[in-house]
C-alpha cells in the first residue's frame, strides 16, 4: 500500500502521538515522522525510539509536512495554532486528538490559512500512562477514531485521513462536533471526575487510613485509581473547556444518586434490583461490541501498558 502521506509532523509527544508514530511505522504510512515536543527530554526520547527527525520548535516541524497531528493539550491548541499557521504546506491537512472537539474548533480554525484542511479528530483510546515511552503500535486496534469534519471540509482531504486512521487499526467515525462533546461527557468526562472524586473522598475519609484504602483495594476502587492516575492537565483542560456538557451529565447523575440514596435509605430492593438489571445490560453490550472483554480482571496478567 502506498503511504497516503509523505511527511507526517506529530506535535506533542506523549501517549497517543507516540503510538501513533508506532503505528505508522508498522504500517508504513508515511515517509517521514517528524516530532515537536516542548520538553528537551521528551525530544530526545522521541528521537532515539520513533521519530525520524524532532524539531525544537513546531513551526520547524510542520514546514514540508503533508499531516500535522496537534497532540497538545486543549489549553494549548490556540497558541501552537498561532505558531504554525504561517510554516503550513499549501493544502496541508491539519488534525487533532483532544477529548473535547468544539473548544478546539475555536482554538485553532482561525489561525490557519485559506487551502488548509482542518479536520477535528478524537481516538477514543488510551491508558493511564503518559509519556513518550508509553505509546504502543496497537493501541488504535479496534478502537474508535472520531472525526468532526466541519461544513467546508474537503471529502477528497476526508477520505484520505480517514484511510490513513484505518490503517493505522482504528474504527473510523463522523460526527457533529456539539454532538461529540456531549457524548463523550457522557461515557469519558464525566466517569474520569467521578473516579477523582472517589479517590479524593478515600484521600480526605479520616476514619479508614490511607494504608488500608491502598491495602485492601477489591477491583472497584482499584479500576478508580487508575482511571484517576491520567494526565492531570489533559483532565483539567477538558472539564475547563467541555463545561457545558459536563456540569448537564453531571446534573442528571446527581438526580440518579439521589434516587439510589434513597432506595436504600427506604430499604427497598426491588428498584435497586431493576436498576442494577438495567445498567448490566450496557457492560454487555460494550462487550458484545468488541470493546472489552468479558475474561476476569482484563489486563491484569499482561503488560500494564500493552495489555
Not at 3 to 25: D, E, K
Request: proline share 5%; with cysteine; glycine share 10%.
Amino acid at each position: 500500500m502506498t503511504a497516503p502521506y509523505g511527511r507526517v509532523a506529530l506535535i506533542g509527544l506523549g501517549l497517543i502521538a507516540s503510538s501513533m508514530a508506532h503505528a505508522i511505522r508498522a504500517a508504513g504510512m508515511a515517509t517521514e515522522i517528524v516530532g515537536h515536543a516542548k520538553s528537551p527530554e521528551t525530544r530526545a526520547i522521541a528521537r532515539d525510539l520513533f521519530c525520524d527527525r524532532v524539531c525544537d520548535t513546531a513551526a520547524e516541524a510542520v514546514q514540508g509536512a503533508d499531516l500535522v497531528v496537534l497532540a497538545v493539550p486543549v489549553g494549548a491548541m490556540a497558541a501552537i495554532a498561532a505558531e504554525i499557521a504561517p510554516h503550513l504546506k499549501p493544502c496541508a491537512t491539519v488534525t487533532d486528538v483532544g477529548s473535547v472537539k468544539g473548544a478546539v474548533v475555536e482554538a485553532v480554525g482561525p489561525h490557519l490559512p485559506a487551502g488548509t484542511h482542518f479536520i477535528p479528530g478524537h481516538p477514543l483510546a488510551g491508558t493511564e500512562y503518559s509519556g513518550p515511552r508509553s505509546g504502543f503500535a496497537t493501541l488504535f486496534k479496534n478502537r474508535w477514531w472520531l472525526l468532526t469534519p466541519l461544513g467546508d471540509t474537503d471529502t477528497a482531504a476526508l477520505a484520505r485521513l480517514r484511510g490513513f486512521l484505518e490503517a493505522l487499526g482504528a474504527n473510523v467515525d463522523e460526527m457533529e462536533v456539539e454532538r461529540h462533546d456531549l457524548v463523550l461527557a457522557v461515557v469519558s468526562h464525566t466517569p474520569h471526575l467521578i473516579a477523582y472524586t472517589m479517590v479524593g473522598v478515600a484521600d480526605h475519609m479520616r476514619r479508614v487510613s490511607q494504608a488500608e484504602v491502598i491495602k485492601y483495594s477489591a477491583s472497584g476502587f482499584r479500576d478508580f485509581t487508575r482511571i484517576a492516575a491520567s494526565d492531570p492537565t489533559m483532565w483539567r483542560d477538558v472539564f475547563l473547556t467541555n463545561k457545558d456538557a459536563v456540569l448537564d451529565i453531571l446534573g442528571r447523575f446527581t438526580e440518579e444518586l439521589f434516587m439510589l440514596q434513597r432506595a436504600i435509605r427506604m430499604g427497598d430492593g426491588q428498584q435497586l434490583f431493576d436498576y442494577f438489571t438495567r445498567t448490566r445490560a450496557i457492560r454487555r453490550g460494550i462487550i458484545e461490541a468488541g470493546q472489552d472483554t468479558a475474561a476476569p480482571d482484563f489486563g491484569r496478567g499482561a503488560d500494564p501498558v500493552k495489555g
